[in-house]
């Protein structure tokens, strides 16, 4: 308690720092890097979200395969899709139909690892390529039409550009695999009659695809052809063959390595 004259408050009767909200309010300079980090989360929260949308498979199958549609002239369609941008890309059931024509191939699963750095430092690097039970069927009609894509009008639109002289691609290409492969081509000839050859049991095996380095394969398939007057021939190919590819990717040798049983 204060004496009478001495100007003294007691310690009970001073106002607490505490008690003042003005000074209890955080600073201006207290609060910028909370709110920096408020908006960096938010950035990166959105960027989460932009990057996994982006990448979703029903994402690419509604947005990204009806451009790569319109790009080729058919309809190409996947059961499912995978995409990691950095590193590689897996599709199912992928199949490619023209329009207005018979589907042209179909394809269980696709799968392609690659570096994304190494694309971009203009090196095309592939470490794997497995396509599995691809089934791939032209058809011929009498006046040489075929089931293949045609060039959309804004494609065939489009002014061609001046050739000009350009490197070769820079490809390192590996362990590319073929499994269970089929192909099938039915040709319509003069008369009504059909001729069809067919290849299955498709079993390919590439080591690698690089500029001025040999490739080697590794093929077993069955054949069959049947003529048009009934005729019918059978029979199975295997070997290993090789080529070597020059720096602009042209062969410079050919070893066909093949076996044929009729």
Request: no cysteine; proline share 8%.
């Amino acid at each position: 308690e204060a004496m009478p004259g001495t100007g003294h408050v007691a310690a009970e009767d001073r106002p607490s720092p505490r008690s003042d909200p003005l000074l209890n309010m955080p600073s201006e300079s207290a609060r910028t890097p909370r709110r920096v980090a408020y908006v960096a989360g938010g950035l990166v929260a959105s960027l989460l979200v932009l990057y996994f949308t982006l990448t979703s498979g029903a994402f690419l199958k509604a947005v990204v395969l009806p451009k790569v549609s319109d790009a080729v002239g058919a309809t190409v369609t996947a059961e499912d899709l995978s995409l990691s941008p950095f590193s590689g890309i897996e599709l199912t059931r992928l199949k490619v139909t023209p329009a207005g024509a018979a589907p042209l191939a179909a394809i269980e699963k696709v799968r392609v690892r690659y570096d994304l750095r190494a694309i971009l430092g203009g090196t095309i690097d592939v470490s794997e390529v497995t396509i599995e039970n691809p089934v791939l069927t032209l058809e011929q009609q009498a006046d040489g039409s075929m089931n293949l894509p045609k060039a959309s009008a804004k494609a065939a639109d489009a002014t061609p550009r001046p050739a000009t002289a350009s490197k070769p691609p820079q490809l390192r290409i590996r362990n590319v695999v073929v499994k269970d492969g089929s192909f099938r081509m039915t040709s319509s000839v003069a008369g009504g009659g059909r001729q069809q050859v067919q290849v299955g049991g498709l079993q390919l095996t590439v080591d690698q695809v690089v500029n001025g380095a040999p490739t080697g394969m590794n093929l077993e398939a069955e054949v069959a052809l049947a003529l048009p007057d009934g005729a019918t021939l059978q029979g199975r190919i295997s070997g290993k063959p090789s080529v070597t590819l020059g720096a602009d990717l042209m062969p410079q040798a050919i070893a066909a390595n093949l076996r044929t049983e009729i």
